[in-house]
C-alpha cells in the first residue's frame, strides 16, 4: 500500500509570550490541515507529534518555520498508511517536559545542557573506556529497547529523574555520561541537570533515537528491540545493522514485542505477550487480573 501520510515530531525550546494564544493558534492550524496528534505549548517552548496527509504536513512544516525565530525548527518524519493518533489534543503546561524541579529553579536548556553529538559520534563516545550510557526514559519504554550497556532507570515518570541520579548515580560525577532519549527533548533537560548537579562530562545524543536510527552511517547500531513511541504504532524499529529483540512474553519468556495492555480495566498495566499466550489465557498480567475480570475473552481486551 503506498504511504500517502506522515508522522511528525518535533521539539522547539523557544521563549513564547503567550501560550494560550500560541496554543489556539496551534489548533487552527492542526484543524485546516487535517492534522491529528499531540501538542504541548509552554513558555519555554513546544514540543509536538501530529500525523496527517503528507501534503498538509508538508504545509505545517512550512508554516512553523515562517513562524518568527522558528527556522531552525528539526523535525523528524516517518511515512504511514494512515492517522497515527485518534484525535488532535493541544495543551497548554508550565513545562513541555516535566522535570518538576519546584522549588529549585528549572532548568533552561538555552543555558545550560550537555554537549550535543551526532549519531556518528555519539557511538564513537559509547565505545570509550569508563563512559556511563544512561537512558532518559521511563522504564516501559526501555523495556522495548535501549542501547547496549546503558543504564535503564526504573522510573514511571520523567520527573522522578533527579531523585533517582541523587540515588543512584551520586559516585559518577567524574566518569563521561552519555544521555539519550526518543527525540532529544528530554535529553535537553537531563542533561543539563547532571551539569548542576556536578557531572563534569556530559553529553547528549542530538535527535534522539529516532534520528540515531535513520543516520545512514550508524544506521542504528548497538540499539537493542525497538524505539517506543507515543503513537498508534508504538513499537519502531531503530536498528538496520545489528537488530535484535529485548522484549520477552511476561508468561512463556519467548522473545515478544507485543505490547499490550492488561485486559481488567482498572489495572491497564502494559505487558509483553505473545499472541499464543493471550489466545489461551487472555490478555492479563496476572491471575488475579484475570480473575477479577471474569472473562478470558479477547473481546473484552481492547485498551
Ligand atoms: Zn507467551
Ligand atoms: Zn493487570
Known amino acids: 500500500m503506498e504511504q500517502t501520510y506522515r508522522i511528525l515530531l ?37 514540543n509536538g507529534t501530529v500525523s496527517g496527509e503528507r501534503a498538509a504536513t508538508d504545509r505545517y512544516i512550512e508554516v512553523m518555520r515562517e513562524d518568527a525565530g522558528n527556522e531552525k525548527l528539526v523535525f523528524k518524519g516517518d511515512d504511514a498508511n494512515g492517522h497515527a ?47 556511563l550510557i544512561l537512558d532518559g526514559r521511563n522504564k516501559y519504554e526501555s523495556d522495548l529497547g535501549h542501547f547496549e550497556g546503558a543504564i535503564c532507570p526504573d522510573v514511571e515518570n520523567f520527573r522522578d529523574f533527579p531523585e533517582w541520579i541523587r540515588n543512584n548515580l551520586a559516585d559518577a560525577k567524574d566518569r563521561p555520561v552519555l544521555t539519550y532519549c526518543t527525540g532529544g527533548i528530554r535529553c535537553e533537560k537531563l542533561s543539563g541537570f547532571l551539569m548542576k548537579e556536578g557531572f563534569k562530562n556530559v553529553h547528549q545524543l542530538d535527535g534522539g533515537i529516532v534520528t540515531y536510527g535513520k543516520d545512514p552511517d550508524v544506521k542504528g547500531r548497538d540499539f537493542k528491540g525497538q524505539c517506543y513511541v507515543f503513537d498508534s504504532r508504538i513499537g519502531v524499529s531503530v536498528n538496520s545493522t545489528n537488530p535484535s529483540v529485548v522484549a520477552t512474553c511476561r508468561n512463556c519468556g519467548v522473545a515478544s514485542e507485543r505490547y499490550v495492555n492488561c485486559a481488567w480495566k482498572p489495572c491497564n498495566f502494559r505487558i509483553f505477550l505473545c499472541s499464543s499466550c493471550e489466545e489461551r489465557d487472555g490478555r492479563f498480567c496476572s491471575e488475579d487480573c484475570s480473575k477479577l475480570s471474569g472473562s478470558k475473552s479477547k473481546e473484552d481486551a481492547g485498551f
Open 10 to 46: 518535533y521539539y522547539l525550546y523557544r521563549p513564547i509570550d503567550d501560550p494560550d494564544d500560541f496554543a489556539c493558534r496551534q489548533r487552527q492550524l492542526c484543524e485546516d490541515l487535517g492534522l491529528l496528534g499531540r501538542i504541548i505549548v509552554a513558555e519555554e517552548g513546544i
Open 85 to 131: 493518533f485518534k484525535k488532535l489534543s493541544v495543551k497548554v503546561r508550565s513545562e513541555i517536559v516535566t522535570l518538576n524541579l519546584g522549588e529549585e529553579k528549572d532548568i533552561d536548556p538555552g543555558n545550560l545542557t550537555g554537549r550535543r553529538l551526532d549519531p556518528a559520534n555519539f557511538y564513537e563516545a559509547m565505545n570509550q573506556e569508563g563512559a
